[in-house]
C-alpha cells in the first residue's frame, strides 16, 4: 500500500469545490484589472532561483527540490512563482514600451520545509506580477486587488502589515547598522539567525522566535536610513493608501523572505489563523528583471496561499459552493426502463442539464436515496409500467410531490420547472 508523501495531500473532490471558488472568484477580479494568465513550467533551471531569489535566502539555501536531469543539467520544481514569471518576460519579449505588462498564475509551488496548518510542501499560490512601472499607485492597485480578492471570498477584518525595505543603494548602510546593534548578541539569537548573522541578515527582523523577538525590539527602524527615492516612494504608497481609505500597520520587521525585493514589501494579516496568519504577500522587485538579464525594468506582485485562504475561510464559516451538481435523477426499475433511461440521460444533458443515473440497477428504495444524498431537485422514476403509458414519474424532491408526465414532454417539463428556480 502506498501513502501520499510527507508535506503533500490528496484534493478530494469536495475539496476541490473549495479550490475552484477561490480560483474564479480570483481570475475574475484579476481580469477585471487588467492582468492575463500565465502557465510557466513548473521545473526550471537551478540557476534562475539561485540568482533570482537569492542564493543565501532560506528557500534557495534549504528548501529547494533540486536535481540532475538525464542530460545532467541542474533542475529545481520551482518554489515560487515570480522568478519565472520575469524569466518569461524576458526570454519571450512580453514588454510593451510604455506599458505596464500585468499577468496572473495559478499552481503549485514545492519547497522543503516543516508542514504545518495550511502550508504544504507542495503547495499552491495564485499570484500577480505588474512589470513595467516605478509608480507606487502600483504598489497600491496590488494590496487592493487583494482586499477585494478577500472581501469577495467572504473575509473580514484583514488588513494589510507595510513596510519598505529600501533599495541596493539605501539598504547595505541599514545592513552595517544592524550587523553592528546585533554584534554583542549574536550568541543569545536561536540558531537559524546565527547563521543569518553572516549570510542573510535582514532575515532575523522576520524571525518568529520569542528569544529574537526580544532581542530586535529596540533595533534602530530602516525608515531612518531610507535614501530620498526610497522614503518619497514608501510616502507616497501611504498617501495612496489613505486616499482609498485602505488602514493599514507599519511594521519595522516585515522582510519577506527573497533578496529581490526592493522598497515597498507588503502581508495580509488574518487574524482567525493565529501567529502563522499571513495568507498573501508581495511586493516592488524593480532590480529582478535586469538581475537575469533583461533591461532595468520596475516591477511588483504577489502571492496568494491556496491552503491558508481555504483555511481561514473555513475558520470565518464561509459557505462554499455545493460539488453535488446534478439536478436531475434518473431512477430505473428493471432493465428496460434503464436502456430507455439512458437514452433520455444524453437527451436531457444534451439540453444543458447536469444529471446522473444509477448504473447497478439497485431497488428503487436505494435510487431516492441517492438522489436525495446527490440533492438534486428533481427525479425522473422510470418502470415498466410508465413506459407502457408512455410516460414518466417526475417528483419534486424539494416538495415531496410527483406527477405523471409524458415522455415527449419530459425534457421541456423539467427545463422550464428548473430555470423558474433560477437553477440554470
Known sequence: MFNTIKGTQDILPDEMVKWKYVESVSRKIFEKYGYREIQTPIFEDTGLFTRGVGEMTDVVSKEMYSFKDRGGRDITLRPEGTASVARAYIEDNLGIEG???????????????????????????????????????????????????????????????????????????????????????????CEDCKLRYDRNLLRILDCKKEECGKIILDIPEIFNFLCKECLEHFEKTKYFLDEFKIKYVLNKRLVRGFDYYTKTVFEIVCAKLGSQNAIAGGGRYDNLIETLGGHKTAAAGFSIGMERTILALQNYGIKFPSSLKSKIFLACIGEKAFNFGIKLLAQIRKNGILAEIDYNNRSLKSQMRTANDLGVKYAIIIGENELAKNSVLVRDMEKNQQEEVPIGNVIASVSEAISKRGLI
Open 99 to 189: 506599458k505596464v505588462s500585468k499577468f496572473y498564475y495559478v499552481g503549485p509551488m514545492f519547497r522543503y520545509e516543516r508542514p504545518q496548518a495550511g502550508r504544504y510542501r507542495q503547495h499552491c499560490q495564485i499570484g500577480c506580477e505588474a512589470i513595467g512601472s516605478v509608480n507606487p499607485a502600483l504598489d497600491v492597485e496590488l494590496i487592493n486587488i487583494l482586499l477585494n480578492c478577500f472581501e469577495e471570498l467572504g473575509l473580514s477584518d484583514l488588513y494589510p502589515q507595510l513596510n519598505s525595505l529600501g533599495c541596493l543603494e539605501c539598504r547595505p548602510k541599514y545592513r552595517d547598522i544592524l550587523k553592528e546593534n546585533l554584534k554583542d548578541k549574536k550568541e543569545k539569537l
